[in-house]
T-cell receptor
Framework: AQSVTQLDSQVPVFEEAPVELRCNYS??????LFWYVQYPNQGLQLLLK??????LVESINGFEAEFNKSQTSFHLRKPSVHISDTAEYFC???????????FGKGTRLSVIA | EAGVTQFPSHSVIEKGQTVTLRCDPI?????LYWYRRVMGKEIKFLLH????????ESGMPNNRFLAERTGGTYSTLKVQPAELEDSGVYFC?????????????FGPGTRLTVL
């Protein structure tokens, strides 16, 4: 079975500061990796995903995540956050196509002006 | 193109009552998933439809939960009778079957409160 650990339940950060949200996973087989974001009063939106190929993946709003197989990690980073990045971020894995996602508990990012 | 929609957005019921949640997936998406997030915990898988067939219902908590997807379009999730521990946010997601890794698109969720 797979599991996902997001060690930080809450991360406060000042506007324009860098941020890293940590995600580690456990699996005996290869996985696909995802970061979803939930803005206040909205549903889950896909932020970025790693399926294969380049281990560094980017989103359109400046976030990036790097798949590290040896450390079984998929940390999410942004060099300079904005107030609008305040949201809850979920890391998730699946073992192949068309199968359920396994989620971490989520990290609530609060950007402070 | 419309996204995944869920109805209602909120539901408050008393213990012992019945509630039915509805999910309309993105048109053309054969895969439909139900997930639930209980307060303070992770989002957990409930079940997976491929068209109208239940592919995997290993996450359904007990027989008080009944999911259907007649005709392979929208899906309903009925809780009967509801218990206090059923409170949480129920998410629906859909994806295309492209023969490889799929991307699941989520609805806004239904927040269920059982009093």
């Amino acid at each position: 079975a797979q599991s996902v650990t997001q060690l930080d339940s809450q991360v406060p950060v000042f506007e324009e500061a860098p941020v890293e949200l940590r995600c580690n996973y456990s699996s005996s087989v290869s996985v696909y990796l995802f970061w979803y974001v939930q803005y206040p009063n909205q549903g889950l939106q896909l932020l970025l995903k790693y399926l294969s190929g380049s281990t560094l993946v980017e989103s359109i709003n400046g976030f990036e995540a790097e798949f590290n197989k040896s450390q079984t990690s998929f940390h999410l980073r942004k060099p300079s956050v904005h107030i609008s990045d305040t949201a809850e971020y979920f890391c998730a894995v699946s073992v192949r196509g068309n199968t359920p996602l396994v989620f971490g508990k989520g990290t609530r990012l609060s950007v402070i002006a | 193109e419309a996204g995944v929609t869920q109805f209602p957005s909120h539901s408050v019921i008393e213990k012992g009552q019945t509630v039915t949640l509805r999910c309309d997936p993105i048109s053309g998406h054969d895969n439909l998933y139900w997930y639930r997030r209980v307060m303070g915990k992770e989002i957990k898988f409930l079940l997976h439809f491929v068209k109208e067939s239940k592919q995997d219902e290993s996450g359904m908590p007990n027989n008080r939960f009944l999911a259907e997807r007649t005709g392979g379009t929208y899906s309903t999730l009925k809780v009967q009778p509801a218990e206090l521990e059923d409170s949480g946010v129920y998410f629906c997601a859909s994806s295309q079957d492209l023969g490889g890794p799929d991307t699941q698109y989520f609805g806004p969720g239904t927040r269920l409160t059982v009093l």
